[in-house]
T-cell receptor, first 112, second 116 residues
Framework: DSGVTQTPKHLITATGQRVTLRCSPR?????VYWYQQSLDQGLQFLIQ???????AKGNILERFSAQQFPDLHSELNLSSLELGDSALYFC???????????FGPGTRLTVT | AQSVTQLGSHVSVSEGALVLLRCNYS??????LFWYVQYPNQGLQLLLK??????LVKGINGFEAEFKKSETSFHLTKPSAHMSDAAEYFC??????????????FGQGTTLQVKP
């Protein structure tokens, strides 16, 4: 158990819908990262927050957004979903940028 | 820009044999390097990390990796494979450029099969 929690574990939804994925970092970790894992793209960095502020953006679509709340949990919002958004979405946390990251169990999103 | 290349998408070894998973990196700054393991339907678990201290790094479950700057490599080894080692392994480099975000850039992964 890494100490990072993600909910829900599985999500099945239809094209065009909007979903929210939730992540709680390890106690004391200020930095939260979101990654997408798919068969064709592998593991891709999406976005990073540090102590409530956006720190870096990767290959994140404009339909996707995220935020980190004062209690340091983070949410990833995916809207206007397409079939190609089906993937595993991981959250990871670290004490600060550059330290090792600890991954949650992931949310498997299936868009039908 | 930083990148990671894992040589061999599938590696098959017999139980008790040496495990060698190859990783080469590209980085314009001294890199921080990591190996993660992913078991089926699970998240990524940190095996070991290199952060510019000792070049031979020992991790969990008997794995170790050696940082070789001249070869830009960070190969993962284990002297004797166990059936429970069957999983997917990812090498990653941390973004330590001017932005120093710490985001991980992953290789494509290597699936390790262990035969009885």
């Amino acid at each position: 158990d890494s100490g990072v929690t993600q909910t829900p574990k599985h999500l099945i939804t239809a094209t065009g819908q909007r979903v929210t994925l939730r992540c709680s970092p390890r106690s004391g970790d200020l930095s939260v990262y979101w990654y997408q894992q798919s068969l064709d793209q592998g593991l891709q960095f999406l976005i990073q927050y540090y102590n409530g502020e956006e720190r870096a953006k990767g290959n994140i679509l404009e339909r996707f957004s995220a935020q980190q709340f004062p209690d340091l949990h983070s949410e990833l919002n995916l809207s206007s979903l397409e079939l190609g958004d089906s993937a595993l979405y991981f959250c990871a946390s670290s004490p600060s940028p550059g330290h090792e990251q600890y991954f949650g169990p992931g949310t498997r999103l299936t868009v039908t | 820009a930083q990148s990671v290349t894992q040589l061999g998408s599938h590696v098959s070894v017999s139980e008790g044999a040496l495990v060698l998973l190859r990783c080469n990196y590209s980085s314009s700054v001294p890199p921080y390097l990591f190996w993660y393991v992913q078991y089926p339907n699970q998240g990524l678990q940190l095996l070991l990390k290199y952060t510019s201290a000792a070049t031979l790094v020992k991790g969990i479950n008997g794995f170790e990796a050696e940082f070789k700057k001249s070869e830009t490599s960070f190969h993962l080894t284990k002297p004797s494979a166990h059936m429970s080692d069957a999983a997917e392994y990812f090498c990653a480099v941390s973004d330590r450029g001017s932005s120093n975000t710490g985001k991980l850039i992953f290789g494509q992964g290597t699936t390790l099969q262990v035969k009885p």
